[in-house]
Antibody
Framework: QVQLVESGGGLVKPGGSLRLSCAAS????????MTWIRQAPGKGLEWVSY????????YYADSVKGRFTISRDNAKKSLYLEMNSLRAEDTAVYYC????????????????????WGQGTLVTVSS | DIQMTQSPSTLSASVGDRVTITCRAS??????LAWYQQRPGKAPKVLIY???SLESGVPSRFSGSGSGTEFTLTINSLQPDDFATYYC?????????FGQGTKVEIK
């Protein structure tokens, strides 16, 4: 069965850095676009970043552009989010999610909605 | 950015009730809309995609409709497991945005 397990969250001071990981299993990781989505305590969902199957195409929300870096290692079936210059407003549960990517003869096509989610890892930015 | 607005923010209902949640987009998104359910302390789960297509394994009491800028999620015969928060998400264009959520509470 599809599993996504996030790790790496914790307490960090403003201006600090953190690296989140997401270990995937139960599906062919290299065939799927992947994404990070976050949820501040008691708040709604905010899309953060997207990465293509090869890692060549990447998107970021304006709120994290220039501070966060998404990457993936298909051999390790892992997704990463490097977070720098962290701010209090980055405090949230960070979810790794799988895009509903469609495989066609010509290649893969992302759908840009999310069909499986991990359980999340909490990042707290506070002094 | 496309803004997604859900109504109501909170809905009180009883087991067996039919409930409807509305989601409005600030511009046309065709049918590129998904609905998610999030139970307390859990990750969201997709229910509906492309406005009205039921995700595999989701009970048929859930249904979606709409296109353009106005969409609805309907739950027929509300079950105890359905008390949760529901989010819509547009995937017409980046940045992919969510509604603020609708919490379905027990009356």
């Amino acid at each position: 069965q599809v599993q996504l397990v996030e790790s790496g969250g914790g307490l960090v001071k403003p201006g600090g850095s953190l690296r989140l990981s997401c270990a995937a299993s139960g599906f062919t990781f290299s065939d799927y676009y992947m994404t990070w989505i976050r949820q501040a305590p008691g708040k709604g969902l905010e899309w953060v970043s997207y990465i293509s199957t090869s890692g060549n195409t990447i998107y970021y929300a304006d709120s994290v552009k220039g501070r966060f870096t998404i990457s993936r290692d298909n051999a390790k079936k892992s997704l990463y989010l490097e977070m720098n210059s962290l701010r209090a407003e980055d405090t949230a549960v960070y979810y790794c999610a799988r895009d509903h990517t469609i495989t066609m003869i010509q290649g893969v096509k992302p759908s840009y909605y999310f069909d499986f989610w991990g359980q999340g890892t909490l990042v707290t930015v506070s002094s | 950015d496309i803004q997604m607005t859900q109504s109501p923010s909170t809905l009180s209902a009883s087991v067996g009730d039919r409930v409807t949640i509305t989601c409005r987009a600030s511009q046309s998104i065709s049918s590129w809309l998904a609905w998610y359910q999030q139970r307390p302390g859990k990750a969201p789960k997709v229910l509906i995609y492309k406005a009205s297509s039921l995700e595999s394994g989701v009970p048929s009491r859930f249904s979606g409709s709409g296109s353009g800028t106005e969409f609805t999620l309907t739950i027929n015969s509300l079950q105890p497991d359905d008390f949760a928060t529901y989010y819509c998400q547009q995937y017409n264009s980046s940045p992919w945005t969510f509604g603020q959520g609708t919490k379905v509470e027990i009356k």
